[in-house]
């Protein structure tokens, strides 16, 4: 199937469940039990190729060692290394056989999918179950851990979202990595700086070999003593110049007029100008160096597994040969359990990002190749796993790029289908970059919308719906006007909403309406007008008016089977709800003493 009719049948699909009241039984929860063996959650960053253990590891082991459920705020500039300490500390603690879980916590998207991936690990959520249910028992159950743990809530930016997710009692350890000092309120406060000039210099002659203070000085001032920088500039000297001085002159010859950092975000200079040469350098001697950079600039923050990255280039050999020249320029590093994830530090990725003319290409050439890891829907289950990853790398490109959006809605709608708590999540991403992109009135966004407020919906939040799908409804009938299907489509969730919420005259009131404009703007026998019959006749049942609802159901399905046959999905479906709603009518006939019909 095309990357396009699967969009269009993603849409159909929630439309279908939210117009046609098809009910989801809840599974009940599977035992919960124990785990054994370590758990080691999240993409922790391998050690890289250029990282000195800076005096401060020994500042975070004896904070995070001072008591119980100690929480330590690591904070500093991007770049100078706060997420690498975290990470080495973090790395110790899994050689000793701590559960460590890695929480990758810039966005609300992405808190929820590592805590959700944590709880797995635990064995703390059953079938099918709400995200609120889970995270409630995956807190409940790290404020009663005994043995040693670890949590790191990586690259936070917002202290109030992960407040609630910090344990108060147990004995885990936890470290947030910020470049907010706010973070202080939620523990004790481990400060990070740029290097002390003679930490610079020992850093460049280890990494480099090459003994000359003076002129490792001079090239450490000039990039402002920023770990980042510095690890940049070293491998360069190391592999290509082989001479402080020559780098220099080459950093001094560099110019930014192709980078377009929005106002009020300016880069620092030396960064971007040591990522600028060492990117040129493993562009001029690997062939698909340039696209690999571009691609992992547009992907999400906290890494992406290689295997999503398996025909982006021609060859998996490739892949891994440009990947290993990346990070030995310390343009990337290596995360996760396997080693296999790719991880590009947020400063290098915006760099690269305002400095690309073709993004919108290189976001077409990442959305195809993520697109043919989308499962079908036959294989959706067996594939589930991969949702919560392939939809973190969607969503980050659809921040920056309205390529992906379609593919967005699919990977919802794959999430939605494998019934995955962070759903939700990205579902409301993706809708505040459709807003974004094409605006508040565009098809497409509202389109989003509804599939947004399908999603509430069916989890149960019944007031979210309701709220999105009236907006939705008003916005579509001051630009599209009452008789556009759009309009009709939202006029029939809306309706199912209410029935759902209970507000059953406002839903009956609705669906009137919207069949009356069904009969006349598309006709008697039109699918559309069928299911919002078959949806108006269940909601007189649902109010006991059985006899309107046996006469509705008797109509449609004898429409139904005229024109579409008696074996269409739609003739069984409301060809079985008049047999229920009929037997319901000769029940009550006959408890009240009357002959059936």
Known sequence: MSTENRARDAVAQFRDNSGQFTLVQHAAPGPLGKVAGQVVTGKVPRQPQAFRVPAKLDELRAVAASGVAVVVAVTGQRGVGKTQLAA???????????????IAAET?????????????????????EPLEVVLR???????????????????????????????????????????????????????VDVFAPDTAVA?????????DPAGAAEVAAELGYLPLALALAGARIRDHERDFAAYLSHLNDTTLDHLTPPRGHAYPTGLAKAISLSAAQVEAEHP?????????????????????????LPTRDALLTTAAALRRASLIDYAGEDGNTLIMHRLTQRTLREGNSSMEDTAAQIT?????HLPTEEQAWQHRDIGTDLARQVTSITLFSPVALQLANMT?????????????AYAEATHAHYRHHLGDSNPDTLKSANNLAGTYQSAGRLSEAVILYEQTLNTRRETLGNNHPDTLTSANNLAGAYESAG??????????????????????NHPDTLTSANNLAHAYKAVGRINEAVALYRQASEVSESTLGPDHPWTLSITKNYAVALAELKARDQSAGERPS
């Open 137 to 191: 028992r995956l807190h409940n159950h790290l404020n009663a851990h005994t043995e040693p743990g670890l949590l790191v809530f990586d690259n936070v930016t917002d202290p109030g979202a992960v407040a609630d997710y910090l344990p108060v009692a147990g004995s885990l350890q936890v470290i947030i990595t910020s470049t907010s000092t706010d973070t202080h309120n939620l523990g004790t406060a481990v400060s």
């Open 108 to 128: 609300s998207d992405s808190l929820t999918t590592d805590l959700l991936g944590l709880a797995d690990a635990l064995g703390l959520r059953g079938d099918d």
């Open 503 to 524: 507000r059953l005259s406002e839903a009956i009131a609705l669906h009137e309406q919207t069949l009356n404009t069904f009969h006349e703007t598309l006709g008697n």
């Open 88 to 102: 080495e500390y973090a790395r110790e603690r899994v050689a000793q056989g701590w559960l460590v879980g890695w």
């Open 412 to 424: 919802i709608y794959f999430l939605d289908t494998t019934a995955n708590p962070a759903t939700i």
């Open 203 to 211: 850093f460049l002659i280890a990494l480099t070999g090459i003994d």
């Open 368 to 372: 195809e190749v993520l697109s043919r």
């Open 288 to 312: 698909h160096a340039r696209l690999l950079l571009d691609a992992l600039a547009l992907l999400s923050p906290d890494g992406v597994h290689r295997d999503f990255l398996d025909t982006l």
